[in-house]
Structure formats: structure tokens, C-alpha cells
T-cell receptor, first 114, second 116 residues
């Protein structure tokens, strides 16, 4: 069965610093990968997704993610973090069966300090 | 455009009381619908999903149930709430696909449930 691991439970970065959130997946076939962001007390918002094609995917709010098949990873990056980026970030994987639910990682909480 | 609503936004209920949370989707037909729960520090737990009216798949055995009385309405219920039912409940929808095409899930704003 497919699974998603987000190794970092909590990360703290300084405002203006770069960010990388890690995501590793376990799935035998070509995965379909997502990153979502959740602000406190809110629902999840889609940041970006990878289905096929270019392995570097651009998303909203200046985020990007790179799919690396050899490392089974889909890490999320941002070159310069803003205080408003403080939130919980979830990585998810879908199987090639569109009506089944996504499988989510446990999330990484990002704190941003001045 | 499509929108998803959840009602109520917050709820405080005593142990043993019933529960009914509602999720509705606008702007699409025959969506796939999902219920998730977030307990503090425990990520997203899939509770139920539905690919059509009357078709409910349960992922976790518990004292909760789900129903889909209308195409774009998804209800989460309980006859008797437990303390452990406290959490943040999220509804999501996706466009149904045939032939194995993958689709994206979109989430509602959530309902904060506190059981005392």
C-alpha cells in the first residue's frame, strides 16, 4: 500500500530564509503527488501538484516542489519565507485510481521567526 | 466555480449527545465526497468517502456514521459522542474520474468539535 512520510514534525525558520520541507512516498507505480497548506483553524489549501511532465512544479504563494523518482521524494521549497507562511504543510499521494482518497503524510508545522 | 461549505463552524457538545455535521458542495455534479478528522498533533484521518448517493465507504470503525442523502450533501453523524470524538472535522470533494484518471481533492473550512 502507498504511504507518505514527512520526517520533520516541526521546523522553525527565520523570515527571509529559504525553506525546504521533506516528503518521501512509497508507491510501486508512478505517483501523483500533492502539497497542501493549512493555516490554524482553516481547511487545507492546495499549493501544487505533480501528475507528469516537468519534475519541477511551481505552485501558489511562491512555492515549488521537485519530484525525484530515484529518491522517492517530493520536497517543497521556497527561496524566501514570509511570516504569513507559518502553517501546517501536508504532502499527499494518489494512486492511479481517481476516486479513492489521497494518502496524506502526518504534516510538518512551520514556524517563522523574525 | 465550485465551493464547499461546512456547518457548523464550531460545536461544543456533552458526552453522550448526538452529532450531525453537514457538508455541501456547489457548482459541480456527482462529486466524490470525503470526511476527515484531525485530532491534535495526529494529522489527517480519513473517516468516510462516497462516490455516489447511498454509497459510503468506512475507513475506521468507530461510533460515527455518514450519509449522503443528496448528490452534493454529505452528513457525519453520531448517536452518542465520546470524549475521543473531539477534533477538527474536514470535508473534501473531488471530481469523479473514470478510467483511473487522478483527481484533486478540495477541502472545506472545517468544523471544530469539542466534546465535554
Amino acid at each position: 500500500a502507498q504511504s507518505v512520510t514527512q520526517p520533520d514534525i516541526h521546523i522553525t525558520v527565520s523570515e527571509g530564509a529559504s525553506l525546504e520541507l521533506r516528503c518521501n512516498y512509497s508507491y510501486g507505480a508512478t505517483p501523483y503527488l500533492f502539497w497542501y497548506v493549512q493555516s490554524p483553524g482553516q481547511g487545507l489549501q492546495l499549493l501544487l501538484k505533480y501528475f507528469s511532465g516537468d519534475t519541477l512544479v511551481q505552485g501558489i504563494k511562491g512555492f515549488e516542489a521537485e519530484f525525484k523518482r530515484s529518491q522517492s521524494s517530493f520536497n517543497l521549497r521556497k527561496p524566501s519565507v514570509h511570516w504569513s507562511d507559518a502553517a501546517e504543510y501536508f504532502c499527499a499521494v494518489a494512486t492511479y485510481s481517481g476516486n479513492t482518497p489521497l494518502v496524506f503524510g502526518k504534516g510538518t508545522r512551520l514556524s517563522v521567526i523574525a | 466555480s465550485q465551493t464547499i461549505h461546512q456547518w457548523p463552524a464550531t460545536l461544543v457538545q456533552p458526552v453522550g449527545s448526538p452529532l450531525s455535521l453537514e457538508c455541501t458542495v456547489e457548482g459541480t455534479s456527482n462529486p466524490n465526497l470525503y470526511w476527515y478528522r484531525q485530532a491534535a498533533g495526529r494529522g489527517l484521518q480519513l473517516l468516510f468517502y462516497s462516490v455516489g448517493i447511498g454509497q459510503i465507504s468506512s475507513e475506521v470503525p468507530q461510533n460515527l456514521s455518514a450519509s449522503r442523502p443528496q448528490d452534493r450533501q454529505f452528513i457525519l453523524s453520531s448517536k452518542k459522542l465520546l470524549l475521543s470524538d473531539s477534533g477538527f472535522y474536514l470535508c473534501a470533494w473531488s471530481v469523479p474520474r473514470s478510467g483511473g484518471a487522478v483527481t484533486t481533492q478540495y477541502f472545506g473550512p472545517g468544523t471544530r468539535l469539542t466534546v465535554l
